[in-house]
């Protein structure tokens, strides 16, 4: 969309990213390096427990809200680090967005849930009707809400719900989504709408994908890294890693799982 | 209505009739003969008890009442018993006087103390701070009583309300005379604020902290600022429980009886100002009732108040539990 | 670093506008003042907590607290009232809440419950000047007591009961549903099941409501100057003038300063301070405990 020489380089760089609890020995998440390049759906799976929420919880600073951890190394944004002093998480987390497992519309209508962070910097309400316009016909909504704008958002179903938040995320037009297993309170059908949604989404957005699902890394992933007690263990392109893993605990992640 | 508190009644699964079919337990109340059904009436008898007490409660008042004096009269700006005036107008128009200012201030301070703990404060440091809202509830109305009236009333005189006074006498009911013994409405307000403080909070704090975690930390990942999470998530969301603690901490403010009656004034006019002394109908009732004795109608005019301000505590107390979903409240006084 | 093109393209990292900074001022200010508010709350009660103690303390004596000796500036006879009162009132609220609150968490189905259940809440939520109107109507003049102790004691039971009833079914509707229905399922009857399972579990909780209501109770006043008169000896009977605490403080708080009387009426409100306080302190040391204990049940 910049049409910028950024195209080049990776969006979000992460360096060397530890997290640690208070009065806990092990790190939750150990010296994690990884770059994540424009227009590529990465998942990141791994067993429960093992720091994935964490981690993409470091991307938007997230983590801070969580008493007693602490972030080391870098998370470059563009080449900015994001928990640089003078930045502040308000700013970050506009360009880096997040949906969460459960959907969670807040008790308002469908328009001001699609609008909510846009209402927040005083666009123009020409602006903000485009955008979330927009952004409810990017997360594949718009056709069944266009008639019901100003109906509660919780009159919505579960998936309804959640491609929702999808198209709230997507209307303040950040850079990168987070998405921290997404689909996994929705039920088949509507776990398919969203996974086809974020196909269509990696053709403009950094989509980062937690997802307990191998198979769901296999249909919509470029690229899968996996996660094994806060250790990044390996990341390749989709098929590599589901078909070739270099490292036995992968090997034996992902036939466990398919088995 | 779902909330994440747990709440054993509706959390509590029925008991199988039959349990099992290794116990041999007959189905009591099925089978039991004509002789067994008094004494199965009896262990459900006491939990009657409350019922009956607000029976009781209702039937005394009215008997007492024998709605004697009720009529359009009753409800007049005349209260004089030697000549047999009972319009209590004067006092239900000063329990609202003192009511709904002490409402405004303990709802506002209210949601400021209970988004400050639920929102900006770290755990330790809330742990510490709200139980001194709380401690607010367990101090005995005739306390504040005496504290208000011989220490704060003369404060009130000579420095606060002077300077209110000066302020913003410009306004309408600011401007009158300033009493110098400081007694009146604004030091009722200011008594009936403390007094409402901790149901206010504690029921704002409550709902506030039944938002889901989820949901504050959407607002924020949309890059909201903890403020803009609050005003335009958590307190849309948490609408019904901050209703409840506006009607509840009204009840408060308007059944208040002895502290209301040590630092009003006892007065049977109707307030000028702010800085005026009056009286409010629960403050008159306990005030007059010593007059009453022998004096049927006397007595019966007073019951009749009391009729007048039980309906309207009743009222304000079942729509204002309509949304607490919790079984009960019970860390704080009247709620 | 400005002619970087990332930092262009990172703008919105170091918006500066003025919305910007506005929302983000706001937030911070509003943090830091809001907590402010607590002064609200702390200040008042130190204030009264400070003045109340320094016009009564200087004076209280051993004596004055014990002399139950009808001359004289002492709160003997007060003190002795408020425990005979309370003793007497407390008994009568626990053994219809008791029976009551077990009743409804146990015996009524569910829809009857809900509308004792309310009851007990409207009552809670009654004025207590009302109570007072009830007992006076009820026991001083249709009973025929007049102004005496058991007026007063049954009135203050009356007001208290809805606490300690309300506690009593919800300790019992709380014992966790497993070890209810082992109990019930194993065939005890219901009355065996309350006794020996119910009641050890709902101890505790029932424990801090009685403390509860006997600390909300305790600070009444209403109720008892309309049912009760004044007395300078203490009760002799039932039917006994008697004079509590807070009533003492209510007849004396507005007397001249010369007469004495006003700092009787203080040191009678530092001994319902210390009383309440201790009581609320032993509600949450037993509530504590016994937060502890449910949390093991569930284990
Ligand atoms: N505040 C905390 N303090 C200490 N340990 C924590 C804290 N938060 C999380 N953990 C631990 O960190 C580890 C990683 O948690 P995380 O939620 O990131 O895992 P996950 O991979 O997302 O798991 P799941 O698949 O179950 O969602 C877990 O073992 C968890 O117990
Ligand atoms: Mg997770």
Redesign the pocket.
């Known amino acids: 969309m910049s049409g910028t020489g950024l195209d080049m380089g990776p969006v979000l760089s992460v360096r060397g990213v530890s997290v640690r609890?208070?009065k806990?020995e092990r790190p939750?998440l150990d010296q994690i390096s990884i770059d994540f390049a424009p227009r590529s759906l990465t998942a990141l799976v791994?067993?429960?427990?093992?720091?994935?929420?964490?981690?993409v919880r470091t991307l938007n600073r997230m983590v801070e809200l969580?008493p007693?951890?602490r972030v080391g190394g870098q998370v470059l944004y563009l080449g900015q680090d994001i928990y640089a002093r003078n930045v502040n998480p308000v700013l970050v987390r506009r360009r880096i967005g997040m949906v969460f497992q459960r959907p969670t519309v807040f008790p308002i209508s469908i328009f001001e849930n699609a609008a909510f962070g846009l209402r927040l910097v005083h666009e123009s309400n020409e602006e903000i009707d485009r955008a979330v316009a927009q952004a409810l016909q990017r997360s594949g909504l718009w056709e069944e809400v266009k008639d019901r704008l100003d109906e509660p958002a919780l009159s919505l179903s579960g998936g309804q719900q959640q491609r929702l938040c999808i198209a709230r995320a997507l209307a303040v037009r950040p850079k990168v989504i987070l998405l921290?297993?997404p689909t996994s309170a929705l039920d088949p059908a509507a776990t398919q709408r969203v996974e086809s949604t974020m196909e269509t989404l990696k053709e403009d957005f950094v989509l980062i994908l937690?997802t307990?699902n191998v198979g769901q890394a296999a249909r919509v992933a470029d690229r899968v890294a996996f996660?094994h007690s806060?250790r990044l263990i390996e990341v390749g392109p989709t098929a590599d890693i589901l078909e070739r893993p270099k490292e036995a605990l992968t090997e034996q992640f992902i036939t466990g799982r398919f088995t | 209505m779902s909330s994440p508190v747990p709440d054993p009644v509706r959390d509590r699964q029925p008991i199988p009739a039959a349990a099992g079919p290794s116990s041999p337990v007959p189905s009591a109340p099925a089978r039991a003969p004509f002789a067994r059904v008094l004494s199965g009436i009896v262990p459900y008898l006491p939990a009657a008890v409350p019922a009956v007490m607000l029976i009781i409660i209702v039937v005394a008042l009215v008997h007492a009442s024998g709605f004697t004096n009720f009529g359009l009269q009753f409800f007049s700006l005349h209260f004089d018993p030697p000549v047999d005036q009972w319009g209590i107008a004067v006092f239900l128009i000063g329990s609202f006087l003192v009511a709904v200012p002490a409402l405004f201030f303990s709802m506002l301070f209210g949601v400021g103390l209970a988004v400050a703990s639920t929102a900006y404060l770290p755990k330790l440091v809330t742990q510490v701070l709200d139980p001194f809202v709380d401690l607010l509830a367990g101090i005995p109305s005739v306390v504040y009583g005496i504290w208000a009236f011989i220490i704060v009333a003369p404060y009130f005189g000579s420095t606060v309300e002077p300077t209110i006074h000066a302020y913003l006498g410009f306004l309408p009911g600011f401007s009158g005379p300033t009493q110098s013994g400081g007694t009146g409405i604004m030091l009722a307000v200011f008594i009936l604020t403390l007094m409402a403080l901790p149901i206010t909070t504690l029921l704002i704090r409550d709902s506030l902290r039944a938002v889901p975690k989820d949901l504050w930390e959407s607002g924020l990942a949309l890059g909201a600022t903890r403020w803009e999470v609050v005003r335009r998530v958590a307190i849309p969301y948490a609408r019904r429980g901050i209703f409840s603690a506006a009607f509840l901490g009204f009840g408060r403010a308007f059944g208040e009886t002895v502290a209301v009656a040590m630092v009003l004034g006892s007065a049977t006019v109707l307030p000028s100002s702010v800085y005026a002394i009056g009286n409010t109908m629960a403050a008159e009732m306990f005030e007059l009732l010593d007059s009453a004795y022998g004096n049927s109608q006397f007595l019966a005019a007073l019951s009749e108040m009391a009729v007048v301000l039980l309906i309207i505590s009743l009222v304000v107390n079942v729509v204002g539990r309509r949304f607490i979903s919790r079984l009960y409240k019970e860390q704080v006084a009247g709620l | 670093m400005a002619a970087d093109l990332s930092s262009t393209a990172n703008s919105i990292l170091f918006d500066r506008s003025a919305r910007t900074v506005w929302r983000i001022g706001f937030d911070r200010w509003i943090g830091r003042l809001l907590p402010l508010l607590f002064l609200v709350a702390i200040f008042p009660i130190l204030s009264l907590v400070y003045y109340i103690s320094e016009k009564a303390v200087p004076t209280l004596t051993w004596n004055v607290i014990t002399s139950t000796s009808p001359y004289g500036d002492h709160l003997g006879v007060a003190i002795v009232g408020t425990f005979e009162l309370y003793l007497f009132a407390t008994s009568l609220a626990v053994l219809f809440g008791l029976f009551g609150g077990v009743a409804v968490a146990e015996f009524l189905p569910e829809s009857a419950a809900n509308w004792v259940r309310t009851s007990a809440n409207l009552l809670v939520g009654t004025p207590s000047v009302i109570l007072g109107y009830m007992g006076y109507i009820t026991f001083c003049l249709y009973f025929g007591w007049g102004l005496t102790f058991e007026a007063g004691a049954v009135t203050m039971a009356f007001f208290m009961t809805p606490y300690i009833f309300r506690t009593a079914d919800l300790a019992f509707t709380s014992v966790p549903a497993p070890i209810r229905e082992a109990a019930l399922g194993s065939g005890a009857r219901p009355s065996q099941y309350i006794l020996k399972v119910g009641a050890p579990i709902a101890f505790p909780q029932i424990l801090t409501g009685i403390f509860l209501a006997l600390a909300i109770g305790v600070g009444e006043t209403a109720p008892i100057v309309l049912t009760t008169t004044a007395s300078v000896l203490v009760p002799q009977n039932l039917h006994s003038p008697v004079t509590v605490l807070t009533a003492l403080i209510w007849e004396n708080y507005a007397q001249a300063p010369s007469t004495g009387l006003q700092t009787i009426a203080f040191q009678a409100a530092f001994l319902i301070l210390v009383i309440v306080l201790v009581l609320n302190v032993v509600v949450r040391v037993i509530s504590t405990i016994y937060r502890k204990r449910l949390e093991g049940l569930y284990q």
């Open positions: 609890a208070r806990v939750l791994g067993p429960s427990g093992c720091g994935k929420s964490t981690f969580t007693g951890l921290d297993e937690v307990h996660l806060g």
